[in-house]
């Protein structure tokens, strides 16, 4: 396994460095390209199920990323910096208002090549989708093809993170004939990555084969069948016995009873949070949200439920992103809280993380002796995600990798926390917050970004609409047999082309 760094990049492109390398037995995040030059196919268990058609535009567009279908101009190594992709190089014009992005040569999977006015395209589509990825949250873009190999892409106001956000699956380039009407966009054969997805079954399957004109190599494994199995411990009763060579997100209760050598934990920046619903019902008063935080014991919840895979939530910001650490801003001005009074709320969280359940049963005793009394209901996050984002419920129980949607620290505040946030779970709205978070969004450079990100989460920490309760490493199942799986802290890749088994 890989144990070195690379160092901080300087400029304008953050690198939040994590304590855990992007690491693999054997590969790293450019994959290993070593050995023999055909393989098997790979089965592969993933955690959640699809909840779009597999869309590139929600949540399944980490399906597509993690499978090896899709990717956009840029990617994230394991620093977080932004690396070529489809794009081989770029530059800021304009004062950081557009960036001219250069292509390389590559082919969609329908054996079209990949132009500038194709790429251009693909990105006006995904600026228009309504709702608009998270990656794109604040931020207004526009996309123009300068010949037949430059993109010229536009954010109105200055973005000095645009090369971060392209690397976010939701931004995915498809051929042409990928998009349909009404914003519908089919990724079967449409795509430019090593695995070319040509089956979907309903909600439970895909088949993947390998794409032969993959412009970064051909891929070791002969194509990849994927099965969605949100229940943690069928995942790893698969792996155990056999029927998958990776499953994803493995149970801390499932590690004990397997083979040392099939697990693999990963440093991440995903958090496990509580989010109070600050709209409508019992959490719109602050009193009560400050006596929600005031009787929650986090250590427990670190301790008992991940039984050593965790540390206690101390912040938006976990350990494992090292600039964070010691610059926490203390969160002063919280409301003070009041006697719950037997109020009765509903906490949500879904089943395919078996943890989150376990979860939300400690945080009901706990909020019960203070004083509330507390339901639970627990669903497949498919089932759930629509209820969780209209404010159905007083509160929800979620995990989130803080850096998934681009890398950069800032932009999750103004997708998850702001008035007009696209996966605002809290359904927050306070001018303070979004004051906060424009002011650090405006700012160029690493240092001065992650600052501002740290005085913004003080302000949202401060309105105690969410309560961090641990910050998580990720186990991921991998069989003996399997050489060159991805490790990724960031949650994106789990398959390369150095990939087999």
């Given at each position: ?7 901080l ?30 393989g ?20 399944d ?104 956000r ?9 051929s ?13 054969g ?12 309903g909600d ?57 050598d ?22 719109t ?13 986090t ?48 906490i ?10 376990e ?6 005793q ?20 629509g ?55 405006a ?55 150095g990939?087999?088994?």
């Amino acid at each position: 396994m890989r144990t070195s760094c690379r160092r901080l990049v300087a400029g304008l492109l953050l690198t939040p460095l994590l304590s855990g390398c992007f690491a693999s037995g054997g590969a790293s995040l450019s994959s290993d390209s070593s050995g023999p030059a055909e393989g098997g196919r790979l089965r592969v268990a993933l955690a959640f199920t699809p909840t779009q058609n597999f869309s590139p535009y929600g949540g399944d567009a980490l399906h597509l990323s993690r499978l090896g279908v899709a990717e956009g101009l840029t990617q994230l190594d394991a620093d977080g910096t932004a690396v070529p992709a489809l794009a081989e190089s770029w530059n800021s014009e304009k004062d950081g208002k557009s960036w001219l992005f250069t292509l390389r040569r590559a082919k969609f999977q329908d054996d079209t090549e990949v132009t500038a006015k194709a790429v251009a395209s693909a990105l006006t589509h995904a600026a228009a989708a309504e709702p608009a990825p998270a990656a794109l949250s604040g931020v207004k873009v526009t996309a123009q093809a300068v010949g037949e190999d430059q993109v010229r892409v536009g954010t109105g106001e200055a973005d000095p993170v645009l090369p971060l956000r392209l690397s976010n699956p939701s931004l995915a380039v498809f051929s042409p004939k990928a998009y349909g009407k009404k914003g519908a966009v089919n990724p079967v054969g449409t795509a430019t990555g090593l695995f070319e997805l040509t089956k979907i079954t309903g909600d439970t399957a895909a088949t993947l084969d390998r794409f032969h004109d993959y412009w970064g190599g051909r891929a070791q494994a002969s194509g990849v069948d994927a099965r969605f199995i949100a229940d943690g411990t069928a995942r790893a009763n698969a792996l155990r016995t056999g029927q998958t060579d990776i499953a994803e997100a493995i149970p801390v209760a499932q590690i004990a009873s397997m083979d040392k050598d099939t697990v693999h934990e990963t440093n991440t920046p995903r958090n496990v949070s509580l989010h109070l619903n600050t709209k409508s019902g019992v959490f719109t008063d602050g009193g009560l949200r400050a006596a929600a935080h005031k009787a929650i014991d986090t250590s427990v919840i670190a301790k008992d439920v991940y039984e050593g895979y965790a540390e206690p939530g101390q912040g938006i910001y976990g350990r494992a992103l090292t600039w964070a650490a010691g610059k926490h801003v203390e969160a002063t001005g919280r409301a003070t809280a009041t006697d719950p009074d037997g109020e009765s709320i509903t906490i949500a969280t879904y089943s395919s993380r078996p943890e989150l359940a376990e979860v939300a049963q400690v945080l009901q005793q706990q909020l019960q002796k203070a004083g509330f009394g507390v339901k639970l209901e627990v669903r497949d996050y498919a089932r759930l995600e629509g209820d969780l984002l209209a404010g159905k419920f007083d509160a929800a129980v979620a995990a989130r990798n803080m850096m998934l949607d681009t890398g950069d620290p800032v932009s999750i505040l103004t997708s998850d926390f702001t008035c007009d946030g696209t996966y605002n779970l809290s359904l927050l709205c306070d001018k303070n917050v979004d004051k906060a978070a424009a002011e650090a969004q405006a700012l160029s450079g690493s240092a001065k970004r992650q600052d501002a990100a740290m005085k913004a989460e003080a302000a949202i920490l401060r309105t105690d609409a969410v309560i961090p309760l641990a910050h998580l490493k990720v186990i991921t199942g991998i069989g003996t047999s399997v050489k060159g799986a991805l490790l990724d802290p960031y949650e994106r890749k789990i398959i390369g082309t150095g990939t087999r088994r």
